[in-house]
């Protein structure tokens, strides 16, 4: 069961409801254009605000005789629990008119099998007061006014800026690296665990995040990856708190993709995670280490990307294969390349370094209970089975601002550290 707080009211298209109050970026994107004024964003922005001064008055929906009920976090988030089969992915031309599925196979020897229990899957703010979803509903973080309005570009809200494409070498984009990866053939997932830290973030226009990436395709406009982790982004969150997020593009954040559930694409099937909500607790410099294990891998028969959390192996939801081009083929249509670690966003490279932090702000050497790590990572090979990462090569873009260092054996396998503060005596 759940409760909240509802005043009363109703709605005669609560489908169309639903849309909008998940989506609605999507109703002025396309409309805009690539060549999109100022002019006509704030035309777009104006409309947003009169449909959301419409939803304002009224907050509960019938929905074919389930409630819409709203949850209101600790933190100021609102999550809106909505029926699955309503949720923002359907929206998608390639989906409409589909229902969540689930996968034909995991991993043959990922030894996670999920609890169906009401066991907390992961630590999240929302959750600190015993509220939940009801079953057959999923949570959604519902996107603002004030979140479009601290956007860059209302027309691009919710995704990643278009020179953010993962790379393997250095680059001057203002988007460092500290990340291993492996390369030279196909893979079909990834699964590691890595500790989450409240990163500081010196800008709204800058971020940082630790994640997987799962990449198919050329560094040009072709580009699908399929990317996942925790992030802190004051301009996309309205705050720095460290929160778990998804992301996938297939045209190398073109016009594809995005962060969360802000377009249709990623269908969630957990009714027990918020994608984009803060997790709590998290790891203290000299103190506990709070980690999450991710693992994203192909459904070998379906085609399908699936996301799976925490060590019961909760799965949160899946890409569907056609979204994609590379990462979409059925069969042996895997991944050439696999990364593990983080990112962060220098806004000043003709100046002085930004103080963003990466990981824990601290740089590898310091280790356990101080620095930002991976461990145990893995790969998903052709037969389906986990495999260690073997080959895994390490990459610093700027080692003074933010470095990697690796290990291998004992309980943590193949792991590494990595992350700094950003400006420092190394990193004027």
């Known amino acids: 069961a759940a409760s909240a707080s509802m005043a009363s009211c109703c ?3 609560i489908a169309s409801f639903v849309s909008f109050l998940l989506v609605f970026p999507v109703l002025f994107s396309s409309a805009a254009g690539n060549g999109s004024t100022f002019g006509e964003e704030q035309l777009g ?6 449909r959301l001064a419409r939803v304002r008055e009224a907050s509960v929906k019938t929905i074919q005789g389930l409630i819409l009920v709203i949850l209101q976090s600790p933190d ?13 992915a359907f929206d998608h031309p390639r989906l409409r008119g589909q229902k969540p599925e689930e996968p034909a196979a995991r991993p043959g020897n990922d030894h996670a099998m999920e609890d169906d229990d009401e066991e907390e899957v992961l630590p999240q703010t929302w959750r600190s007061s015993g509220e939940w979803c009801p079953k057959g509903t999923i949570p959604v973080r519902r996107t ?18 278009r020179s953010a494409a993962a790379r393997r070498d250095s680059t001057s984009n203002g988007h460092e690296h500290a990340v291993g990866y492996v390369s030279g053939g196909q893979f079909y997932g990834a699964k590691a665990s890595l500790n989450v830290w409240p990163a500081q973030v010196s800008s709204p226009a800058e971020f940082s995040l630790s994640q997987i990436w799962v990449i198919s395709g050329s560094f040009g406009n072709d580009l699908n990856t399929i990317e996942a982790g925790w992030q802190v982004s004051p301009e996309l969150y309205g705050d720095n ?36 909500a803060a997790i709590t607790p998290v790891s203290a410099y000299g103190g506990r280490q709070f980690d999450i294990t991710l693992m994203i891998w192909k459904d070998p028969k379906k085609g399908n990307w699936w996301l799976q959390l925490g060590p019961s192996g909760a799965l949160v939801g899946y890409w569907p294969s056609s979204l994609f081009t590379h990462l979409g083929a059925r069969g042996r249509g895997g991944a050439d390349m696999v990364q593990f670690g983080g990112e962060a966003v220098n806004t000043r490279p003709s100046g002085s370094h930004t103080p963003t932090q990466m990981g824990s702000g601290r740089f590898p050497g310091e280790g356990y209970g101080r620095a930002a790590y991976f461990r145990n990572v893995q790969v998903v090979d052709w037969d389906n089975n986990l495999i260690p990462a ?11 601002c933010y470095d ?3 290990g291998q054996g004992g309980a943590w396998g193949s792991y590494f550290y990595y992350g700094g503060p950003g400006r420092n005596v190394r990193c004027p």
Not at 144 to 161: C, H, I, N, W, Y
Not at 390 to 397: F, I, S, V
Request: net charge positive.
């Open 11 to 13: 709605c005669p298209i």
């Open 45 to 50: 922005l104006r409309r947003m605000k009169a």
């Open 76 to 88: 100021g988030d609102v999550i809106d629990c909505v029926p699955s089969h309503l949720q923002p």
């Open 144 to 161: 603002t006014e004030g979140d479009l309005l601290r956007a860059s570009s209302v027309r691009r809200f919710g995704m990643k800026p």
């Open 241 to 276: 708190s460290p929160r778990f997020f998804t992301y996938w593009t297939s045209d190398a954040y073109q016009e594809t993709g995005c962060y969360n559930l802000h377009c249709a694409g990623f269908v969630q099937t957990n009714g027990r995670v918020v994608i984009g």
């Open 390 to 400: 073997a080959g895994l090569r390490l990459l610093a873009d700027h080692p003074g």
């Open 404 to 406: 990697i260092a690796g």
